[in-house]
């Protein structure tokens, strides 16, 4: 398990605990985070899992695919940040990751 830390635009934090192997958006979803609504299941077709990585974290975190690229031109405010969080597999290097969730998914 590592802790994952969901910023809400308020600013306010939800921690949570993420099983290694799956995904940053599953442990969201598992949790009831608001805003990440994954409506494809995780089929990288809606981008409604889009997650602004924390400035701290970018360099951190491995990139993000061509098809994560191209399905995050939908996203709302995409941003050099962003990444869809369907994407990222949580690894025990991800203990600590803050993730902020877009203003206009919530
Ligand atoms: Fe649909 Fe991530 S859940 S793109």
């Excluded at 940053?24 to 899992?49: F, L, P, R, S």
């Excluded at 695919?65 to 709302?76: G, K």
């Excluded at 994407?87 to 877009?102: A, H, I, R, Y």
């Amino acid at each position: 398990m590592v802790t994952i830390n969901f910023v809400q635009p308020d600013g306010s934090v939800q921690k949570v605990n993420a099983v290694i192997g799956t995904t940053i958006m599953e442990t969201a979803v598992q949790n009831g985070v608001k805003g990440i609504d994954a409506d494809c299941g995780g089929a990288c077709a809606c981008a409604t899992c889009h997650v602004y990585i924390a400035e701290d974290w970018v360099e951190k975190v491995e990139s993000a695919s061509s098809m994560e690229t191209d399905m995050l031109e939908f996203a709302a405010m995409p941003a050099a940040a962003s990444r869809l969080s369907c994407q990222m597999k949580v690894t025990s290097d991800l203990e600590g990751l803050v993730v902020n969730v877009p203003s206009q998914q919530c």
